[in-house]
């Protein structure tokens, strides 16, 4: 097992990484920004190291600074968490040449994979089921047009090599096509140096759902139940649970079937999940792969028993994965909220200091709070909004969404707007609590 990890990130998930650490008496290594000097989770750390201004591409994206203080503090493995360069093959590529350990997939799999229509190439090699479109780029407008008579409408254009929800639209009308092409090509070379798109057939109504695997690096791959991430804003999750409510036996044992064919085609270690579409007369279409632990991965962790960070460490250390499939039972219900920092109602980031912060009653059965904020501190208009993960466990999925209710109005993060109001408004609906809606369910109750 390491000696030292340095944890590349921030925030919530840098302290969740540092407390798997202690836990199995490993040291560990924090970097930060100037903006980030005073954050109180950073005592936690056994070093601390400046990795430059508050400005993420100087910072937390600056690979090497983040390499010279790998270096400087002597770790023997890196954990990116998730978000800034976790899925970045480059750093990734980086970390072991210089001779630390990189735990997440190896860089070349990382480098194959950040290309979405590889995967969807993979996919159909292996019989697992895709959205109808295109698997190459799409070389220019009038290809878009092409392809767009032969499939109908309404169509995706995605970026080939986009994340966090962005490069994302709909085309509804042939006279929309070309505005369409022209922002998403320019979202592309801005935010992922790749104008690289492809066009899928819009699911209409779909259900998001993915499935968390870990994988060794002999090939063995173990399924850790499904989660369901429909509730999302700007294609964004906000809540998600598992297990899923709509998702039968049936489907999680093919689900699983799929992601095991995916993980060895494709040479994957490590966590990771598979993410899934599925459409109103129960099909499940393949979407992506995210090549890195997910935010959402507590939930699967209160039903399963696993800890998937201290896996994380223990496939990267080139341990044996001795778990078998036979050996996960889902157990109970876990239901994770994120709050975030913003307007509840435009989703407008709504950075400023907390005046106020109180935590509803512990039970580290039934309730974690997942976090890196306190009395006093500010939220940085920097970074990514999201100061918090409330997450229950309970028997049955209205215990846990009883549950969720009562943690949420008894955490009170004063000062600042946060979408709590909005995680309650989702928990009280109808729609929610019947176990019926799809990805348009924010929209619809924006509306109502």
Not at 282 to 298: C, D, S, T
Not at 312 to 337: C, K, P, T, V
Not at 407 to 415: Q, R, S
């Amino acid at each position: 097992m390491f000696k030292k990890i340095l944890v590349a990130n921030r925030g919530e998930i840098a302290r969740r990484i540092m407390n798997a650490c202690r836990d199995l008496g490993i040291k560990t290594v924090a970097i930060y920004s100037d903006a980030d000097k005073d954050a109180f989770y950073l005592k936690g750390a056994d070093e601390t190291y400046n990795i430059g201004p508050a400005n993420p591409m100087r910072s937390y994206l600056n690979i090497e600074a983040i390499i010279s203080a790998i270096k400087e503090s002597g770790a023997d493995a890196v954990h990116p968490g998730y978000g800034f360069l976790s899925e970045n093959y480059n750093f990734a590529e980086a970390v072991v040449s210089n001779g630390a350990a990189w735990i997440g997939p190896p860089p070349e799999v990382m480098k194959a994979i950040e290309s979405k229509c590889y995967c969807r190439k993979i996919a159909s090699g292996v019989d697992v089921p895709i959205t109808p479109g295109t698997i190459e780029p799409l070389k220019s407008l009038d290809e878009l047009y092409e392809v767009i008579q032969k499939t109908g409408l309404p169509v995706l254009l995605k970026l080939d090599k986009g994340g966090g929800g962005k490069g994302i639209e709909v085309i509804r009308d042939i006279s929309q096509a070309k505005d369409v092409w022209e922002r998403v090509l320019r979202v592309g070379m801005v935010a992922f140096n790749s104008s690289d798109c492809y066009l899928e057939t819009l699911v209409v109504n779909p259900r998001h759902i993915e499935v968390q695997f870990i994988s060794s690096k002999t090939g063995k791959c173990i399924c850790l139940g499904e989660r369901e991430c429909s509730t999302q804003r700007k294609h964004q999750k906000i809540i998600e649970e598992s297990p899923s409510p709509v998702v039968t036996e049936k489907d999680r044992q093919a689900l699983y079937e799929y992601t095991r064919k995916l993980v060895v085609a494709m040479g994957y270690e490590g966590a990771g999940t598979i993410e899934f579409l599925r459409s109103e007369t129960g099909e499940y279409y393949f979407m992506e792969i995210n090549a890195r632990l997910q935010v959402e991965h507590p939930v699967t962790e209160f039903i399963t028993g696993i800890d998937i960070v201290k896996k994380q460490f223990e496939i990267a250390a080139g341990e044996d994965l001795l778990l078998n499939q036979d050996d996960i039972a889902l157990e109970g219900h876990a239901i994770e909220a994120r709050v975030y920092a913003e307007d509840p109602i435009t989703f407008a980031p709504a950075p400023g200091k907390i005046a106020k912060l109180s935590f509803p009653e512990m039970d580290s059965r039934y309730l974690r709070i997942d976090h890196a904020i306190e009395e006093g501190s500010s939220v940085l208009p920097y970074y990514d909004s999201l100061i918090a993960k409330v997450i229950v466990w309970d028997k049955t999925r209205q215990e846990a969404i009883s549950r969720l209710e009562r943690a949420l109005t008894n955490f009170k993060v004063e000062g600042i707007k946060t979408t709590t109001p909005l995680n309650l408004r989702i928990l009280a609906s109808r729609e929610y609590r019947d176990g019926n809606f799809d990805t348009s369910l924010i929209e619809i109750l924006l509306k109502s």
